[in-house]
Every structure is written in C-alpha cells, then in structure tokens.
Nanobody, 126 residues
Framework: QARLVESGGGLVQAGDSLRLSCAAS????????MGWFRQAPGEEREFVAG????????YYADSVKGRFTISRDNAKNTIFLQMNSLKPEDTAVYYC???????????????????WGQGTQVTISP
C-alpha cells in the first residue's frame, strides 16, 4: 500500500530554517509530480510548492517564493522542502502529496493529488 510520511517539522523562531522530508513507501513515485501543501487552523489547505516528476521544474506559491525550495531524490523516493526565513504566518501542518503521472508539478489544486501524507506540524514563534 502506498504511503507518504513527512518528517522534520518542529517549533522554531522567526527567521530560522527547517527542512521537511517526505519518504514514500509501498510504491515508487519517481514518475509522479509531487507537492507540498499546508493547512493553518481555521484555514483551507493551500498549495505551497510543486516539483515535476523529473525534478527539472518547480513551482511555488507567491507567499513562499524566494524562501522555500522543493526538491526530490528519486533514487531514495523522497522529496524535501527547505524553508528559510520562516515567518509566524508559515505556521501550519505541512502535507506532502503525490500528483499526476509525469506531471509538471504546476497544478495547485488539491484534487490533482491522489496520495497524501499525515502531515507534520511547523510552528514559528515571533
């Protein structure tokens, strides 16, 4: 059974960095677009970043552009989200998701992603 497991969340101060990982098991996602989403309390889950199946293209929400970097290691069936210059408004549960076969990673719609992890909490203190 396909499974995505996020790790790397935690409590840090504004301006700090965190690196999230998402390890896939049960199947390989090396031919699938992957993405990171986040959901703050009382808010809808929103797209943060996407990466194409090859890793050659990446896309970001305007709110994180220039601060976050998504990447993938297909040999390890793992994707990453490097988060720098963190702000209190980045506080949320972060989810990784697997999208379309040979997808570009551009699609920010939640229903474009078929597999989801359980999420990891990221909390940024002022």
């Amino acid at each position: 059974q396909a499974r995505l497991v996020e790790s790397g969340g935690g409590l840090v101060q504004a301006g700090d960095s965190l690196r999230l990982s998402c390890a896939a098991s049960g199947r390989t996602f090396s031919n699938y677009a992957m993405g990171w989403f986040r959901q703050a309390p009382g808010e809808e889950r929103e797209f943060v970043a996407g990466v194409s199946w090859s890793g050659g293209s990446t896309y970001y929400a305007d709110s994180v552009k220039g601060r976050f970097t998504i990447s993938r290691d297909n040999a390890k069936n793992t994707i990453f989200l490097q988060m720098n210059s963190l702000k209190p408004e980045d506080t949320a549960v972060y989810y990784c998701a697997a999208g379309g076969f040979r997808g570009s990673g551009r699609d920010s719609r939640r229903d474009a992603y078929d597999y989801w992890g359980q999420g990891t909490q990221v909390t940024i203190s002022p």
